[in-house]
């Protein structure tokens, strides 16, 4: 695996990289019942805030339930009860990952127990990305494995395991989506509309925010935060989490985001001059941006 970021990633600046790969590097080591800070945040201009990745690893229970029946066999002495197994497979080492909800510290041992120095952690994830490397570091070395039989969301194959070099030696982070629970907050997502995510097929962009909450309710979803976009004429812009009587009806929605399981978040493009304390903030963070290439819209993997 060659690229260990998304295909939209790729368009990003490299700022927009570091703060992907700080935010999850956080979510490696945080505890399960601590949910992700999200405060409002300095940005470019017209930018996406949020988590995406790209199909890849950890599969559904059904896929996992169904590899758990699977006879291992090869340098891993681990038990049904293991979190990973791993076989042989002629010149290749094939971990499965028998228990999605697994701890970090027991992931990284069942490694471990294969031969591997690979640390790997679980993330709640969107729908559409269950099963996803979202993060891989010194993994060229490493592929998936995918279960023909299983679907994600998108429509993919759900990933159940990798296939790594039997001549393996090095140090590879490896972080894989899983499906969020009842509650949890994404930690990576596709956009709300891709396929497999709650508004499916559903076409928010440029609608006001009255027009967009009614869609969104049709749909049984609920809107966790309002993301409202402040920009400055030279470039410089920041993200501020607003409540919902802050906010003009007829502002428009430049996207909708997951934020957790029938949650999302509403990215809005406000009128009107920057209020005092939004523009202190955007001042205080320092000079804009260099010039980027705008967002790519993404329509799910």
Known sequence: MTDPLIPEERDLPSGRHALRKA???????????????????????????????????????????????TVVTGQNASTAQAAVTCSKDHDYVVARIMDPLAGHERLRNDFR?????????????????????????GGQKIDTVDDPSCRTASGAQCPIGLRIEAGFTGKATVVLGRAARSGEPYASTNTSTAKGEALEGV???GRTVAEAETMIAQRHVTIARYNVQWSLPDGRGYGDLTSRPKIDPAWRVTSVEPYAPGQVVLMIDPAGPVPSDIRQKIEGAGAPPSAVPGATATSGS
Request: hydrophobic share 50%; charged share 20%.
């Open 113 to 137: 127990a294969c031969g591997f120095d690979i640390d790997l952690k679980l993330v709640p994830v969107s729908p559409s990305v269950v099963g996803s490397i979202v993060m891989m570091e």
């Open 203 to 205: 076409s928010v962009e």
């Open 23 to 69: 935010h999850l590097m956080a979510e490696m080591t945080r505890p399960v019942t601590s949910p992700p800070q999200e405060p409002g945040s300095a940005r470019p201009s017209r930018r996406r805030s949020r988590l995406a990745g790209r199909p890849a690893i950890a599969a559904a229970a059904a896929a996992v339930a169904a590899v758990a029946a």
